[in-house]
């Protein structure tokens, strides 16, 4: 409660949500904001200037631009927040797994996480996308991979730290099993922090889908995802610097709005903790 | 000390067994037959010229066989060959590392160079105007994707202020645009987490102590506060050899730089798993060798800390 409060009232939070809550807007009713068919080309106007029917203008093909980078969202988000909800939940899981675990558990737990924790993301990438061919399947699996170990990690951090305080050694006291304080006890205490570390995780995420995108990983020409339309604007660097412009700008502000919103929830969390 | 030193290297000589072992298994998933694949680019395909290169490339045998041959040639430094460049991995590796080295090193010294300073200022006035806008700094720079920062880079200076080259050149100089690119969102968080690192300090009792005797916020914060945090930071600056490396490979394809980015991509396209694997142990290793050197750091800088900071 004190803290939903606290949310609100903090600007830099609600502009953050405000953002984020857009971005999933413009996400979902994609198809009707839209003024065109994304992959409708028209070669007789390829990169027209901003008018009224091209209200940002059309690319090399001629495709309405505006109209691609709304479409854009949809990658995206419908990628990046899933990816970062499967790997929340497998963090919270193995996370409190290795921290209330037995010592064998911990201890093989804490090994997969320092062998996988070495791979960077874009190595992997490379690797499953030679082995399992180009496509989104590879770099999905490759940012899964890359990333998992991270989210245990910071589990395991959060939860190390409750174990020191007085209030689990008094639930077991008063009778309580290990899963029923896990679930009932520790989640519901570590939640706030994990979930700064969730949002600033999207914004990551999204950077690095659009990273891939941009290398030529994971969508098939032609795909409006903003990583990969920066790909085919470069072809026109300093004739249209336009059309390089608004595609990452996209993909810069949707990780600000994810990363504004979890700045601001440490900031809070941060100041309740010191006083 | 030196019994922890050896203990910490057994744990990173496991990690990179583990390393090792994954990588392997990757490049098995592939189900390709990379003999059949040089033999269609060179001897042809007859079966006897095809199981004579299954016999050189150590393809015949069971998996463990072909796990223990792969590894002790790449402990020889014999990385196997590339289907891509058609040349052994090594000689590629040698000839495309120096540029991402390069990249990666002056990447760390405008993260350094830059990002000292604001933290410092930053937390020696907390809360005034300067520490504000690094704030707002460090929030923008984390979320910009280095691909689309080093494209303005390259449009500001080749259109707008031509002072300077944007051509790739040899040497450092053509390396400053793309190694700053690069540094922006690590520097970002660099200068968040190392001012919320001092000031964690500065509220520490030990500080108030000094200044009721008489010692200047000044003098407290250098003197005393960096010290203590430093841990925290290293252990970030030892992670960031693995972040910068993804920020390399897409830096290097916009500014169209021959290393190791390039040569990933090349790969990943022509689906050539010796080379791949190669890259992957190298940059595991790389990487967990660093993260030790961190925690060492870590030790000689605060041995008064239990853990060696934060790496949990």
Known sequence: MMLREKILRSPQAMIGLALIALLVLIALFADVLAPHDPTEQNILAKYRAPDAEYPLGTDQLGRCELSRLIYGARYSLGIGLPVVAVLGLLGLLLGCLSACAPKGIQWVVQYLCNVFVAFPAVVLAAALTGVIGNGIPATICAVLLAMWAWFVRMVRGYVLVELGRDYPLASRIAGCGTMRLILRHLIPNILPQYLVYLSTGVASTVIMISGFAFLGMGFPAGTPEWGAMLNEARRGLYAHPELLLYPGGCVALTACAFNLFGEALRDILERTEGS | MAR????????????????????????????????????????????????????????????????????????????????????????????????????????????????????????????????????????????????????????????????????????????????????????????????????????????????????????????????????????????????????????????????????????????????????????????????????????????????GGVLQ
């Open chain 2, 4 to 307: 922890t030193a050896l203990r910490k290297a057994g744990y990173l000589l496991l990690i990179l067994l583990g390393v090792s072992l994954l990588s392997f298994a990757l490049l098995q998933l592939s189900g390709r037959d990379p003999a059949l694949a040089i033999a269609l680019r060179s001897q042809g395909t007859s079966e006897e010229n095809l199981a004579r290169l299954r016999e050189e490339m150590g393809l015949n045998g069971t998996m463990l066989e072909q796990y223990l041959k792969w590894l002790t040639g790449f402990l020889r430094g014999d990385f196997g060959y590339s289907i891509y460049s058609g040349r052994a991995v090594a000689a590629d590796l040698l000839s495309v590392l120096p540029v991402t080295c390069a990249l990666m090193g002056l990447a760390f010294l405008w993260i350094l160079l830059l990002g000292t300073p604001m933290a410092l200022y930053a937390a020696y006035r907390p809360g005034k105007l300067f520490d504000q806008v690094v704030r707002i700094l460090n929030v923008l720079g984390i979320c910009l994707p280095t691909f689309w920062s080093g494209y303005l880079l390259l449009v500001l200076f080749a259109v707008k202020i031509p002072l300077i080259s944007v051509a790739p050149k040899p040497g450092l100089a053509g390396l400053l645009l793309p190694s700053f690119a690069l540094a922006v969102p690590s520097m970002a968080s660099y200068t968040r987490v190392f001012r919320a690192s001092l000031l964690k300090q500065m509220h520490a009792e030990y500080c108030l102590i000094a200044r009721t005797r008489g010692l200047s916020r000044k003098e407290i914060l250098l003197r005393h506060a960096v010290r203590n945090a430093m841990p925290p930071v290293v252990t970030l600056l030892m992670q960031y050899v693995g972040y910068l490396f993804i920020g390399t490979v897409l830096v290097e394809s916009v500014f169209s730089l021959n290393g190791l980015g390039s040569y990933l991509l090349g790969c990943a396209l022509a689906s050539d798993a010796a080379a791949l694997a190669a890259c992957l142990v190298l940059a595991a290793a790389v990487y967990a060798v660093f993260n030790l050197l961190g925690e060492f750091i870590n030790r000689m800088l605060c041995p008064w800390m239990e853990k």
